[in-house]
Nanobody, 128 residues
Framework: QAQLVESGGGVVQAGGSLRLSCAAS????????MAWFRQAPGKEREFVAA????????YYADSVKGRFTISRDNAKNTVFLQMNVLKPEDTAVYYC?????????????????????WGQGTQVTVSS
C-alpha cells in the first residue's frame, strides 16, 4: 500500500514561483519512478513531469520545460516540483503519482494508466 499527500499549492501572480511537495508513506518509495500531473476544471488530466526511481532521469511536458523542475529526496520519501515563471494557464489541481513498476528503467511514463497510486491534489492558481 502507498499513500501520497501533496502540499505547497496556493495563489500566486503570473511570473511567481511555487514549490510543491509530495510526501509518500511506505518503505519502497525509492523503488518507483514518480510523476506530477495536473487537471484544470472541465479538462482532462495531463502529464507535467516525471523522475526515475534513482533520480537520474527526468522528463517534462513541453508546456513546462525550462520553467518547472522535478526532484526527489528518497531518504525523506518526498518528491518536489519547483515551478517558476508561472503562467495563468498553469492553474490546475496538481497531483503526484507513483509508477506501477518497480525499478523501471524504460522510457519515462507519461500516461495516467502507467501510475497506480495518486495523491488527492493541491490547488495552484496563477492570477494576472
Amino acid at each position: 500500500q502507498a499513500q501520497l499527500v501533496e502540499s505547497g499549492g496556493g495563489v500566486v501572480q503570473a511570473g511567481g514561483s511555487l514549490r510543491l511537495s509530495c510526501a509518500a508513506s511506505g518503505r519502497t518509495f525509492s523503488w518507483y519512478a514518480m510523476a506530477w500531473f495536473r487537471q484544470a476544471p472541465g479538462k482532462e488530466r495531463e502529464f507535467v513531469a516525471a523522475i526515475s526511481w534513482a533520480g537520474a532521469s527526468t522528463y517534462y511536458a513541453d508546456s513546462v520545460k525550462g520553467r518547472f523542475t522535478i526532484s526527489r529526496d528518497n531518504a525523506k520519501n518526498t518528491v518536489f516540483l519547483q515551478m517558476n515563471v508561472l503562467k495563468p494557464e498553469d492553474t490546475a489541481v496538481y497531483y503526484c503519482a507513483r509508477d506501477r513498476r518497480k525499478f523501471y528503467n524504460g522510457a519515462i511514463a507519461t500516461e495516467s494508466h502507467e501510475y497506480d497510486y495518486w495523491g488527492q491534489g493541491t490547488q495552484v492558481t496563477v492570477s494576472s
